[in-house]
């Protein structure tokens, strides 16, 4: 196959975001094998998931029918991991619990399967509260060998009722009005091109599914519903079921 000249800034590192633009001529383009809508610019993200493999692989289809591919070399990361000589503490699932969690999965699931055509994608992504940083995205623990499921967000420590900000543009996709079972009162938005943000924990909700918000609007408050130990925000962002880095999306944080 021929090479193709895909375009590509940002680094290409586990749990990163690149942006691609295709090359000229292109009326397809598929990542790893699966299409990607073309945008009328031809650009589009790509999120490489906490445990992508060395190799990505971009192809590009054209009118005549030739495709050309293009390889992704991707950086691995040295994630945060605490072998522990214990069982893991969870509680044992209550019957409630149990009872509960289908339909909230089935909720987010759905959400998440929502594909809009935003362009917050295409902000440098802000951080939606400043704070110290409570917990590493991509950390695990390991439990006498047996790996536990890693950190899929970023934890920001601040009090209960500090205001969360839109990180980007995007369309409100989830709004939990009853806490759910683990994220307590969840918040998700998609930023478009599969590019979503979700936000755990919080104390209230200020929007509504359906809402277009503006990067920097205020969209909740924090709080500690759902499985928290102390109020913080659980910022998690996906790309197409890929789960990114919130730290390295938005970059050095400028305290308040
Ligand atoms: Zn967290």
Redesign the pocket.
């Known amino acids: 196959m021929a090479p193709a000249s895909f375009a590509i800034t940002g680094e290409a590192v586990q749990g990163g975001l690149i942006i691609a633009t295709a090359p000229r001529g292109a009326v397809g383009v598929a990542f790893d094998g699966k299409p990607i809508p073309l945008t009328p610019d031809g650009r589009f993200p790509i999120g490489l998931d906490r445990d992508a493999g060395a190799d990505a692989l971009l192809t590009a289809t054209f009118a005549d029918g030739h495709a050309a591919e293009q390889r992704i070399a991707v950086a691995p990361r040295a994630w945060r991991i605490e072998r522990l000589d214990r069982l893991p503490k969870y509680p044992v699932p209550s019957a409630e619990f149990q009872r509960r969690r289908p339909a909230e999965l089935a909720q987010i699931s759905a959400a998440r399967a929502i594909e809009g055509a935003g362009d917050g994608w295409r902000q440098h992504l802000t951080w939606p509260v400043t704070g110290r940083i409570?917990?590493l995205f991509g950390a695990q623990r390991i439990y006498r060998g047996e790996p536990g499921a890693y950190?899929?967000?970023?934890?920001i420590a601040r009090p209960t009722g500090t205001i969360v900000r839109a990180p980007a543009d995007g369309t409100v996709i989830l709004a939990a009005d009853a806490p759910f079972t683990l994220e307590g009162h969840l918040l998700m938005i998609d930023h478009g091109q599969g590019l979503n943000s979700a936000f755990?924990?919080l104390s209230r909700i200020d929007v509504k599914v359906g809402d277009y918000v503006v990067q920097g609007q205020p969209i909740g408050a924090i709080g500690m519903t759902g499985r928290?130990t102390g109020p913080?925000l659980?910022w998690?962002v996906t790309w197409r079921g890929s789960r990114l880095d919130p730290m390295l999306l938005a970059g050095p944080m400028n305290a308040e």
Do not use: K, M, W
């Open positions: 409570s917990g950190h899929s967000g970023t934890d755990l924990h928290a913080h659980h998690s």
